[in-house]
């Protein structure tokens, strides 16, 4: 009973990028190739509420649940791990036709094939755990 409230959140999201069209290997063809504004509007409405929540969590002095501030450090500078690693989430994007946000959203639509995604990105993020202090960050 504890985490229903994140179960509703949960299907809620997965509800609105399924009928958005935002898990469509299609609407993600389509962006690819510079052939429909639908995913670059999605995408472009994400970017302005996310600059928007956190101005407003940082200029209110917002609290978490349990009263503490929330703090988000800066990020680190750096060009080169920030364009790696947007060339291969991007490569592996474009290859799979989506982007790993909606993998179980596209498993409970009953698209089983994604099941070799979520394979990979478990494996991608367990090889990156052991890695993680060998590569430059």
Same mark, same amino acid.
């Given at each position: 009973?504890?985490?229903?409230?994140?179960?509703?959140?949960?299907?809620?999201?997965?509800?609105?990028?399924?009928?958005?069209?935002?898990?469509?290997?299609?609407?993600?063809?389509?962006?690819?190739h510079f052939q429909s504004f639908h995913m670059f509007g999605i995408i472009m409405t994400a970017v302005v509420v996310g600059v928007v929540g956190i101005q407003l969590i940082k200029r209110n002095n917002v609290k978490d649940i349990t009263g503490q501030p929330i703090v988000?450090?800066?990020?680190?500078?750096?060009? +080169?791990?920030?364009?790696?690693?947007? #060339? /291969?989430? !991007?490569? =592996?994007?474009?290859? &799979? *036709? +989506?982007?790993?946000?909606?993998?179980? #959203? /596209?498993? !409970?639509? =009953?698209?089983?094939? &994604? *099941?070799?995604?979520?394979?990979?990105?478990?494996?991608?993020?367990?090889?990156?755990?052991?890695?993680?202090?060998?590569?430059?960050?």
């Open positions: 009973m504890k985490f229903l409230k994140y179960l509703l959140v949960g299907l809620v999201f997965g509800i609105v990028l399924t009928k958005s069209e935002a898990v469509s290997w299609y609407r993600i063809y389509e962006m690819f988000i450090p800066d990020k680190d500078k750096g060009f +080169t791990n920030y364009m790696t690693g947007g #060339i /291969l989430f !991007g490569l =592996g994007w474009g290859l &799979i *036709g +989506t982007c790993p946000g909606p993998i179980f #959203i /596209l498993i !409970g639509a =009953g698209f089983y094939g &994604i *099941g070799l995604v979520l394979l990979g990105a478990l494996v991608g993020t367990y090889l990156y755990g052991l890695l993680r202090n060998k590569l430059p960050h």
